[in-house]
């Protein structure tokens, strides 16, 4: 696990060995998501036995969240750019900004594996589609989604309270594959972004109506 160390502008995070010269794979992968899908990237925060690199000693998501004092890299921004900017923050967790260029449906990941097997199976378009340590998937989707589930959902005749399926929108963040999340593991992809889906994700309505049906059947 990494250390954590005082600075001028917070607390920040270091592996052991981390102030490396060169391009690292962290600055690799934050490129791509910048350079090709064209999503911000913030640098965030790293937890171990349960303490977070924020340095917070009541943090509320230890490992979970962005470092307040670290800028978002815009999306658009090259290697070079990336490379320079993520020096700053070595060993960082690698959020996306939920709200900007997608947002991002939440269920189970039981639940979620099985719905993207039946979306895949009906030819629907879909969006990346990534897992967490602690049993989510989060489906990208269109941006501005979030707020309209719950009136999509009760028009296709659903309860939304009773279903463990959530729109997340902005003002929120998800940890990026391959980052580790709340000092539980890293995040992996179920379906990994492509050039079309992850720079036009699906709208919500599309993706809806199974996966409130699937996350239903798996409370019965």
Known sequence: MGFTIGSSRGTRELRPGSRRRGRS???????????????DVVP??????GACSCGRADCPAPGAHPLDFAPSIPGGATLDEVTEAWAEFPG????????RAFDV???AEPAGRRALVRL???GLPLGPVAATPDGRAHFFVAPGSAPELPELLYRMGWDDASLDLHGLGPGTHITAPPSDRSGLGPVRWLRSP???SATKPPQARLLLGTLAYVAHR???
Do not use: H
């Not at 794979?25 to 999503?39: D, I, K, N, P």
């Not at 960082?92 to 709200?99: D, E, H, N, Q, T």
């Open 105 to 107: 449906i939440e269920v």
């Open 194 to 196: 492509a050039l079309d």
């Open 120 to 122: 895949e199976r009906m």
């Open 92 to 99: 960082a967790a690698m959020m996306l900004p939920v709200g």
């Open 25 to 39: 794979t962290e600055c690799t992968a934050v490129a791509e998501f910048t350079g090709l899908w064209g999503w």
């Open 218 to 220: 798996s409370r019965v």
């Open 44 to 49: 965030g925060a790293r937890a171990a036995a």
